[in-house]
């Protein structure tokens, strides 16, 4: 043993082997060191804008996300700037591209090339479509069962009553449903206007992702009384003067429309108002209160003239 130790290539070795094993150790603490300083981090910057780049006069993309999350790594220091400044751009160029379906990679500008960058989504499938515009007639749409009792909806009208629709040529033929729906409270009885959005749908109701001008409009929903129109009918009463003639009696007008509950209103078949001929002489026009039967609450007419034709009694003496 004493022999080994003496030797001058042990020695030799067992100086190599300590050389060796300083250099590893400073070595791992230079790394240890840099790493806790400037080492390499991960990183995640969530719902970072999607720039596009097309002609959005003509044409129309779908397919193209808002945001998209962005993975960047690199040394420590610049990951952290970047997360905080986020100066860097988010693109996808589409202005050399014809119209159609394609896959396309989206693009990072203005980020440090130290960094490596991973976007989530990396390719985005767009369609490409030409832009359309078409003037459609509103259809305005009202809850019926907001009406009072004995009331009915008697017209709607949308102000404007067309509107500019721009999109997708696709989305556009598409279209099946333009409406501009209308609430209230119950019970209802009065005409009102109300502003209302304009909604465009296709055949399963779906609402469509286009442009509207104007987004909303003014929709006047016309309400009345239940009503019909009633024929008049002239009753002579009463027994003319001796000697009197009663040629013809006429109402000022033929027919008037009766307000009120509806099952009264329909089981009138004629509106009777009775002529008191006892009190005609001669040929005049007189004044007529109609009488108002149960159930109606109003008529379009509260009087009526009627134009007496009567020929007098003959006077005493005359031949």
Do not use: C
């Amino acid at each position: 043993m004493d022999k080994m130790m003496d030797s001058p290539w042990f020695l030799r070795i067992t100086a190599l082997l300590l050389a060796m094993l300083l250099f590893l150790t400073i070595k791992s603490d230079d790394e240890n060191l840099n790493a806790a300083t400037t080492g390499s981090m991960t990183d995640v910057i969530r719902d970072v804008p999607v720039e596009v780049y097309y002609d959005d006069g003509n044409l129309v993309l779908t397919g193209v996300p808002e945001t998209v999350d962005m993975t960047i790594v690199g040394p420590t220091s610049i990951v952290q700037t970047a997360k905080q400044l986020q100066d860097f751009t988010v693109f996808v160029d589409l202005r050399d591209l014809n119209m159609g379906e394609h896959n396309i990679m989206l693009q990072v500008e203005n980020v440090s090339d130290k960094l490596q960058v991973r976007l989530d989504p990396a390719y985005i499938e767009v369609n490409i479509e030409e832009r359309i515009t078409r003037e459609l007639r509103v259809d305005p749409e009202f809850n019926e069962r907001l009406l009072a009792e004995d009331y009915i909806l008697t017209g709607m009208k949308s102000d404007p009553e067309r509107v500019k629709v721009t999109g997708a040529r696709s989305i556009i033929d598409s279209i099946s449903f333009v409406k501009a729906t209308v609430t209230g409270d119950q019970d209802l009885t009065k005409t009102f206007t109300q502003e209302s959005s304009v909604k465009v749908l296709d055949k399963d109701l779906s609402k469509l992702n286009v442009t509207i001008e104007p987004q909303q409009v003014n929709v006047t929903i016309d309400i009345e009384e239940y009503s019909k129109e009633v024929p008049i009918t002239l009753r002579q009463t009463g027994t003319a003067i001796d000697g009197v003639t009663i040629n013809n009696l006429t109402a000022s007008f033929a027919m008037l429309r009766a307000y009120g509950n509806q099952e009264d209103i329909d089981a009138l078949d004629e509106i009777v108002v009775e002529v008191d001929i006892s009190k005609l002489d001669d040929s005049k026009e007189i004044t007529l209160k109609i009488p108002q039967p149960k159930g109606v609450s109003r008529f379009s007419e509260s009087e009526i003239k009627v134009d007496a034709d009567v020929t007098p009694a003959p006077e005493e003496g005359s031949a």
